[in-house]
């Protein structure tokens, strides 16, 4: 009885309220239209599911594109982000140098500073470089917060790993950037892929600074494509929207999956490792 | 070492010793040190100081989509002060922070003491929580915009089968009932990193301290309020500057769900500045509008570095 109200009640209502919205997302995306729009069928359950929303997004719709350039800017972001993260983290966990401490006070607050306080004048920039409207504009721009995430969360890991290693290795000759490719890297491995992944799903979620920066269809992500092409105007093709979301959450959904386990930690930039 | 030897070529020992200079060079921490965070320091120079400059700048003219207006000092801000959208974004933007960051705060706290009983199935119960926070906001955000829909959303629609209202609920044509509808959303979506943020905590509260309580006779109550509570103080702090950050902030849900209206009664800064810089075409008073999240964006930086150095969290 007092598990049922310390537990499994707030349990419940916890999940129920989590996942309704999903629900509601698939639940739209199998119902043919007929049954969709029609208030005299349950709206929580589907009579006749159907695959024709999702179908119309692969063959009338550019989602296919969508998804490739979200791939591809997620992907090359990271990658880039995570190259410089790793240097700039090592050398403030372990390098000794004057404003080592001032450099990791400034890259943190660049984390916190939100991309809705700064994709206007980064708009300015972007087609100042002359890559505005192309994928470009967001591999270039998405590092401003994955770098400082990236670096912070290295930065952690990276202390965390004995110092006497890497001591041993420079007595026996090696460089220290030896030292860092050959055995700080390594045994950093399982946090370098969980960055990775975080920024991949920042990149991946990103909404604004693709909104702002990138108006050529061919070139659009996912969050933008569907929202853009398929949610403006007075008629919402809700079936398709549905379909679309629950697409794009897909991926997200099945990489979390495997790395829950390092949730917080991440999610809180390393901060709380410092 | 003992390799330097007799057979030593000339020029293998030319390069050798070059790389010896570069090797004692790089070596030294410092300029390796240095040459490291360039790349960070060049990215966050041209990407962020720079166009933040800009913008502090720019909010100071008249600055439109079409051409680069002339300095005008504090004007934008004098117009936007004293004009009622601005007006109401600002208290919009006050409400809507300060209720999402305290619901999801007692939330975050209930979920976690739940998720952080033992029980079947618990790490599936904590992946499902996490999925609003991963999943991409805007996406969801227009489940939430098709879960409002007046006349075939499942709120309206399940409140009238089920003969609790007459007349389909108007969600997002009503300015108090689309408020709640965005600060709903924001919670759904946030509330995880409360709980996962509180989950990780309590792990570092050690076990004697909850042993001790309860030898004194405290209750699950008494240790909850007299071990869990304080000692997750911290991360509590913590977790709710970074929310209050992110909420102040947010653009997406707003953007999608009611679009700021209605007349102007959800826009948040974010929002605001958007419409009027992108839709509007007023540059500079689009950037001046923005250019009220820095105070409070100084404030949190401040006290969150305080806190990670007291605490060492």
């Known amino acids: 009885m007092k598990r049922a109200v310390l537990l499994w009640i707030p349990l419940l209502l916890l999940m129920l309220f989590t996942l ?10 199998l119902k043919p239209d007929a049954e969709l729009y029609d208030v005299r069928q349950p709206p929580l359950w589907v009579k006749s599911a159907t695959l024709e929303h999702y179908r119309e997004l692969f063959t009338r719709l550019p989602f296919v594109t969508w998804v490739k350039n979200s791939l591809m800017v997620a992907t090359a972001a990271t990658l880039l982000s995570l190259v410089i993260g790793a240097l700039a983290g090592y050398s403030l966990a372990r390098l000794r140098f004057r404003g080592a401490t001032t ?3 400034i890259i943190f607050a660049a984390y916190l500073v939100p991309t809705t306080l700064l994709f206007l004048p980064l708009a300015y920039v972007v087609r100042w470089l002359g890559l505005y409207n192309t994928p470009f504009a967001l591999i270039v721009t998405y590092p401003t917060f994955l770098v400082p995430f990236c ?25 220290r950037s030896g030292a860092f490719v050959r055995i700080v890297l390594p045994l950093a491995t399982p946090g370098i892929l969980s960055a990775a ?18 108006q050529a269809p061919a070139y659009k992500t996912v969050p933008v494509g569907v929202v853009g092409q398929l949610a403006t105007g007075d008629v919402l093709f809700w079936g398709k929207l549905m379909a679309a979301a629950v697409l794009g959450s897909i991926p997200i959904a099945l990489i979390y999956s495997t790395v829950s386990g390092h949730f917080a930690a991440g999610m809180t930039a390393g901060a709380l490792k410092g | 070492m ?15 010793d070059r790389m010896d200079v570069s090797r004692r060079f790089l070596g030294r921490d410092a300029v390796l040190g240095y040459l490291w965070v360039t790349p960070a320091l060049l990215l966050l120079g041209t990407l962020i100081a720079y166009p933040f400059l800009l913008a502090l700048y720019w909010s100071l003219t008249s600055r439109t989509a079409g051409a680069a207006g002339v300095f005008v000092g504090l004007d934008n801000f004098v117009y936007l002060l004293s004009g009622p959208i601005f007006q109401k974004t600002l208290r919009n933007t006050v409400v809507f922070t300060a209720c999402s960051v305290a619901i999801k705060l007692v939330i975050g706290m209930a979920a976690a003491l739940v998720l952080d009983q033992a029980f079947r199935g618990r790490n599936l119960a904590r992946g499902v929580f996490l999925l609003p926070w991963i ?8 489940a939430w915009l098709w879960i409002y829909d007046d006349i075939f959303g499942v709120i309206s629609r399940l409140a009238m089968d089920l003969g609790l209202r007459r007349e389909p609920i108007p969600f997002l044509s009503d300015s108090v009932l689309a408020m709640v509808a965005v600060i709903l959303v924001n919670v759904w979506r946030g509330v995880s990193f409360f709980a996962v943020s509180f989950l990780a905590g309590m792990q570092s509260i050690p076990g004697d301290l909850y042993e001790a309580a309860e030898a004194d006779g405290a209750g699950a109550g008494g240790r909850f309020w007299h071990v869990t509570l304080p000692g997750l103080k911290p991360i509590m702090a913590v977790a709710t500057l970074f929310s209050v950050i992110w909420t102040f902030s947010d653009f997406t849900i707003v953007y999608i769900v009611t679009r700021g209206g209605p007349a102007n009664s959800t826009h948040l800064l974010a929002t605001l500045a958007y419409q009027t810089a992108i839709f509007g075409g007023k540059v500079g008073e689009g950037l001046a509008v923005s250019s009220f ?12 570095l305080h806190f990670l150095r007291r605490y060492q969290v």
């Open chain 1, 20 to 29: 309704f919205p999903f629900w509601w997302m698939i639940a739209t995306s």
């Open chain 1, 103 to 105: 450099l990791g006070t």
């Open chain 1, 151 to 175: 670096s912070w969360y290295l930065m952690g890991y990276f202390k965390s790993i004995p110092r006497e290693l890497e001591e041993c290795a420079m007595t026996d000759g090696c460089t």
């Open chain 1, 197 to 214: 992944i975080f920024a991949f799903t920042f990149s991946w979620n990103e909404f604004i600074y693709a909104l702002t920066f990138v």
């Open chain 2, 2 to 16: 003992e390799r330097r030897g007799t057979a030593f070529s000339l020029a293998r020992a030319a390069t050798l």
């Open chain 2, 135 to 142: 999943v991409p906001t805007s996406l969801s955000a227009l």
């Open chain 2, 293 to 304: 999240m820095f105070p409070l964006l100084l404030v949190v930086i401040f006290l969150q």
